[in-house]
């Protein structure tokens, strides 16, 4: 018996990574089946195989997480990629990506894409927007398809991880993941990742070979919706707001309204954002308005 990481799941079939690097198709067996747990891709597995089409799963080693959409296991960290323009950068959305990319208690990096387009005042501006999220503790990346060092400067993270890439669509995913593995030859500046989940596409997952880690080309966190969420975890995943709710006067307190409210004061004081404050905010009323639904 040998270990190994399922990297494609396909018709039934499990495509194992092994460690010699190698990939074997295998069939599912094992009394997981009779748990009900499916194999998914990013698992680590034992299984045996005589040779490379006809092996078996054996055990599902315990997963550190589980992402929902696109289903993957064992995610380490999740690229945010948002351009700086064409798409305009949207913070809103940004910060819902984190929010639901910390959730799920995976490491997020920022990259911000297509810096190529920015005149020298807006370069300052994206300098402060950057420093904000550095100041939180969030890795930042500037990157242009156009720079050779785009490269460099990405790959030291993908070492060894397997990552998910998040963001709308136009960013320049699909332009990122092809510049650091050129015979990926992935579609470019295709809208079809909406409008082709009907008929066609079987949306499969699939973990490539990048940069010595795995990459899924599927984009990570494809639904933002609120549905699980509750406030109390709302705020856990804003790390600054939580860090300064530790100080607030009333225990539960949600940041809003309540006198002594430590997170409230940080605001004013500049030491969060007044951008992140006021997203937390319309998220909380998001969730609220969910929450009211059912
Ligand atoms: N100027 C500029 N254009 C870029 C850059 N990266 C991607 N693009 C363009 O943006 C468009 C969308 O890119 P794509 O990789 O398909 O985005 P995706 O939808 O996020 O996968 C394409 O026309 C790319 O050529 C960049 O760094 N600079
Ligand atoms: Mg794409
Ligand atoms: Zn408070």
Redesign the pocket.
């Known amino acids: 018996m040998t270990e190994g990481k399922i990297v494609k799941s396909l018709s039934g079939f499990y495509y194992v990574l092994s460690e010699n690097g190698i990939v074997y198709q295998c069939r599912a067996r094992g009394n997981f089946r009779k748990r009900k747990i499916t194999p998914l891709v990013g698992d680590d597995v034992e299984f045996e195989a005589e040779n490379l089409t006809d092996g078996y799963v054996l055990n599902i080693l315990p997963r550190k997480n589980v992402l929902v959409r696109p289903p993957i296991a064992n995610v380490d960290q999740a690229l945010v ?1 948002f351009s700086v323009k064409e798409p305009d950068l949207n913070l809103q959305l940004l910060d819902k990506f984190l929010v639901h990319i910390e959730a799920n208690r995976i490491e997020p990096v920022i990259c911000f ?2 810096i ?2 920015l005149g020298e005042h807006e370069t300052k501006n994206m300098d402060s927007v950057a420093e904000i999220y550095q100041s939180i503790g969030y890795h930042v990346l500037f ?4 720079d050779k060092k785009t490269n460099d400067k990405i790959t030291p993270y993908l070492k060894e991880k397997i990552t998910v890439v998040a ?1 709308q ?7 990122l993941l092809n510049l650091l593995n050129p015979s990926l030859k992935i579609e ?3 809208i079809s990742s909406h409008l082709g989940r009907g008929k066609h596409t079987t949306r499969h997952v699939e973990l490539f070979s990048v940069a010595g880690g795995l990459v899924a080309d599927t984009p990570g966190f494809s639904s933002l919706a609120f549905s699980h969420f509750t406030k109390e975890e709302l705020s856990d995943t804003f790390i600054e707001i939580s860090k300064a709710g530790e100080y607030c006067k009333f225990r539960g307190c949600t940041h809003l309204a309540e006198p002594g409210c430590a997170v409230k004061q940080a605001v004013e004081d500049g030491d969060i954002a007044k951008s992140r404050y006021s997203h937390y905010e319309a998220f909380f009323k998001e969730i609220k308005e969910t929450k009211r639904r059912y």
Not at 143 to 146: G, I, W
Not at 169 to 175: A, I, R
């Open positions: 990629v894409t297509k190529d387009l990157l242009s398809m156009k963001g669509s136009g960013v320049g995913k699909s332009s470019t500046n295709s």
